[in-house]
Each structure stands twice: as structure tokens, then as C-alpha cells.
């Protein structure tokens, strides 16, 4: 684990994670602090076993600590992640109008489709909202849906800065943002798009997820730039 690259400028770190003996054998969604209801829809879907990055991390998320985390591809991180937004859309009651409560950003169309699939069931079991928003496609039917609410938005940047600009959407109320595959939405060159968009969230109190299957320093600078507590390491 190259810990010289990963923890500097973003110390006072502690680490969970495979060896570190943090987190005891999982046995199940709720004992890691997932809410009943999810739970149910979980099982509804075939999904009863946390997986290991999932166990490493929903702990921590679900009690509103950032993480950075990274993970071969394959291993479930759209549920580490995933799960924790769709909890704290359940928590936090219904969003305002362009205003979502839960921001995942993704490198391209079709991982933020995947994304808002995985998370849909998981959604309408609670009674909350998700939408993806992509270029590729037109502005007005996702400019409709923002402005019936939505709870968790997953976006990809570039069109995400678009509605930003248009000001059909607001990040004001972004509690939890996740920036999915870091390194790949880095090298499709929406670095600009990113530091645009962090600027627009919260300033204070909001957490933050970051996953990425390798950290280079380009993917550690964002790390620092979007990430305001002290984060859990996973790797
Ligand atoms: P990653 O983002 O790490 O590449 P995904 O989140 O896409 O991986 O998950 C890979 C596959 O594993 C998906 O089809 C997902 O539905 C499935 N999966 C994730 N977590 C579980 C689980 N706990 N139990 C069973 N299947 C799961
Ligand atoms: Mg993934």
C-alpha cells in the first residue's frame, strides 16, 4: 500500500481494511448499521452478504465519515458507496426541488446509469428519488426531473457543470458527495469540471466518499481538495 502518496496533505488518517483487524466478519447488512428497510429491499434484489469492501466501509459511512477508498473492480464498491446515499436520503426526508441531499459523480454515461440502476430498487423501497444526468442526451427531460425533486443525483461532471450553469440544479443542499472512479473521470479530463463543482458544495458538514482503482497524485490532490474531514483508508 503505497501509504507516502496516499496519506500525505490528508494525515491523521486511520485505516480499515483487509488486514487491519478493524472490522469484524460481517454477517449481515444491518449489523454493519443499515436501516431496516434497505436491508428488506437488499434481500428482495438476491443481495444478503455484505462483500468486503462494503463490510470495510458502510460502517464508517453510514455514521457520516469520509473515506477514500480503493478496490479491484468487481468487489461491490456501488453498494459501499450506494447503500450510505440511499440511507441518508431515507434520514434526511424528501429533498427540496433542484436541490439533492446525495451527489455521486461518475466518468461517464454509462457507469452513472449503472450506478442509478443499482440504486433504484433500494430508492422505491424507501420512497426517495434518483436520477442520472449525462451528456449524449437532452437537457430538458433531466431538467423536468430536478425540478420535481430529486434525492440522489448521479452525474457525470460535464454535464453537471451544464446544469450548474443553467442553474436548474443547486448543490446547497449536498450532505454526502461520492466521486466514483476518480482516477478515470481525471483522465477524461474533467479536472477543470470537478474543482467547478466542488466549489459549488457545501462548505462545512458535508461528507465525502472518494473511490479509485489507483491513486496517483492527480487523484490524491482532488481527494484533498473535496474532502473536509479526516478519512478512513481502505485499500
Ligand atoms: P465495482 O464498482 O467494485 O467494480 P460493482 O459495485 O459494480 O463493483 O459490483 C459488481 C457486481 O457485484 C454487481 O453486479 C453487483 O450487483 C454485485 N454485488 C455487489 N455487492 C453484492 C453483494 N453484497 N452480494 C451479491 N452481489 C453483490
Ligand atoms: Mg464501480
Redesign the pocket.
Known sequence: YPAATTTEGVSDTHRAGQYGGRVPRPTS?AELGVPAAIVEA?SA???????T??AETIPDLVDGRDVIGR??????????F?IPAVAMALERGPAHKKRPRVLILAPTRELAG?IHD?LAPMLAAVGRHGLAVYGGVGLQPQINRLSSGVDVLVATPGRLEDLIQQRVVSLAEVEYVVI??ADRILEIGFEEDMKAIIRCLPKAGRQTAL?SATQTTNVVDLARLAIQKKPTFVA
Do not use: R, V, Y
Not at 71 to 80: E, Q
Open positions: 447488512f437488499l434484489s438476491g443481495i444478503t452478504q455484505p462483500f469492501i462494503q478496490a479491484p473492480t468487481g468487489s461491490g464498491k456501488t453498494l459501499a450506494g449503472q443499482e466514483d472512479e473511490f
